[in-house]
């Protein structure tokens, strides 16, 4: 009998602990009580837990780092001793808020170490948030934690693998994509039509025309045979943009550039995941980043994104769709972009060498032009459509693309020497751009130090001039 009532008593007090009763003695709870609600990222949908650097955890987060005790306790309706750690956690070691040692909340690890926080508590710290303003809005970023460490990392990974690959006298090629399948000419008139009146600013703020460069490209940090599964890569940069741009050590310059690739969703989350990707991937073994044997260490959902990736079949560079996956500022929203051919095609893939995208591309030139619409994906829900998070794609149902601009491949001859020699010596990034089109993410903020620390070193090995073209003379 004392056994059943210890084991009724102790089934009370778990029910308690996660439903969120209050005691009146606020004694502490046991492990059971404590229950863990942290999911980590890439974990299943279906899965009662939160993702961390998630847009709900930073709802939550949010909300712990301001919030009083009263609120904590009597409107959010945590236990008191609940209440009392999290602004203990605050308060620092001197116990009192608004004091030099006062501290935030900085992951939900962090909270999940709290007494008396378990998955109940949570849900009523999320609910609380989203019902009183504590959650990012359209368009607004939420950096997590330890991003700008990462950023580091990743430069320091990248500068190693680049320096240890290409010696002395060889040509140093781009970390990500430096297989090109050819620089082309183009052209980029703007439509505005379709936009409303806000967001006909910066580049679309007037209809006009734009020459640009092109640069088709696999994504594979390893120059491989294109029958091999990969992400492709479109990369348009415009020329004679007026206005003063983002990099500050090329605000002057004339260009804006667009980072488009093969499918809508990227297999990295943030500067965080893709210290980890990147070092497995220069270290030839990019598996390994999808799958552990700690199953915190688990990211399920970009391995999806990879397969996904890999399958595509690619019959032609100028046949296909491409996608932004990250976000940008369109005046006050944010959008993503994608390009998408004026007609489909049902070509077949056609291996005939190691670099058959290229082949298929100068066949298709040497007698037709290509033409795509350009288009622009509105933010209009900040929780699935998160800024923060580009293996989330933007449902089309929700938002559907709208068309911004045609982007036009004349008829040409473009593999020769020169112009590949010219195409090598480009550099591409999100912020060669005018602030009205900022762009938004932890990735594009890895990218701005990233890409143009990597740049400089490719250059200054290459012995070239770094400098953004000026008109398509491949001599300017």
Known sequence: ?????????????????????????????????????????????????????????????????????????????????????IIAFR????????????????????LDDVSWIGYFSFRKLSNYARANGYCPGLAEEYPPAGESESVSKVIAIAETFLKTKYGAGTTMRRDAH?????????????????????????????????????????????MQADKT?????????????????????????????????????????????YVEFSQKAFDGNPLSYFFSLDPNDVHLREFFVAV?????????????????????LLGTSAVKYSAKPCTSSDDQVLVTSDDYLRDAMRATLAFDDVCYDFMVQVQVDPEHQPIED??????????????????????QSFDSDAQNTFCEHLS???????????PLGGINRARKTVYEALSTLRHSHNQVERREPTSLDIGN
């Not at 751009?433 to 900022?438: K, M, Q």
């Open 1 to 85: 009998m004392a056994r059943i009532q210890r084991l009724t008593l102790g089934v009370l007090v778990l029910l308690c602990g996660l439903l969120g009763c209050k005691a009146a003695d606020d004694r502490g709870p046991s492990d059971e009580e404590n229950a863990e609600f942290l999911v980590n990222q890439g974990k299943s949908d279906s899965t009662n837990g939160i993702e961390v650097r998630s847009w709900e955890a930073s709802c939550v987060l949010r909300l712990v780092n301001a919030a009083s005790f009263s609120v904590l306790y009597d409107e959010v309706d945590l236990w008191k001793s609940a209440a009392n750690g």
């Open 91 to 110: 308060a620092g070691a001197d116990g009192k808020l608004g004091t030099a040692d006062d501290r935030q909340f900085e992951t939900l690890y962090q």
């Open 178 to 222: 430096p297989k090109s399948h050819g620089c082309l000419r183009a052209s980029f008139t703007v439509d505005n039509r379709n936009l409303p009146t806000s967001m006909r600013v910066g580049l679309f703020a007037e209809n006009k025309s734009y020459d640009a460069w092109m640069r088709m490209s696999n994504g594979s940090f390893n």
């Open 229 to 273: 599964g990969d992400v492709r890569g479109m990369a348009i940069k415009l020329l004679g943009v007026d206005g003063e741009k983002l990099l500050e050590s090329e605000k002057n310059e004339s260009t804006q550039d667009f980072l488009l690739i093969s499918n809508p969703r990227l297999f990295v989350r943030n500067a965080i995941d």
């Open 308 to 328: 996904e990736i890999q399958l595509k079949k690619v019959a032609n560079p100028l046949t296909i769709r491409y996608w932004s996956t990250t976000p940008y």
């Open 390 to 411: 580009p293996s989330i794609e933007w449902d089309e149902a929700d938002s559907p693309f709208i068309k911004v601009a045609e982007l036009f491949i004349p008829q």
């Open 428 to 438: 591409f990034t999100p912020w060669h751009s005018l602030p009205a089109h900022r």
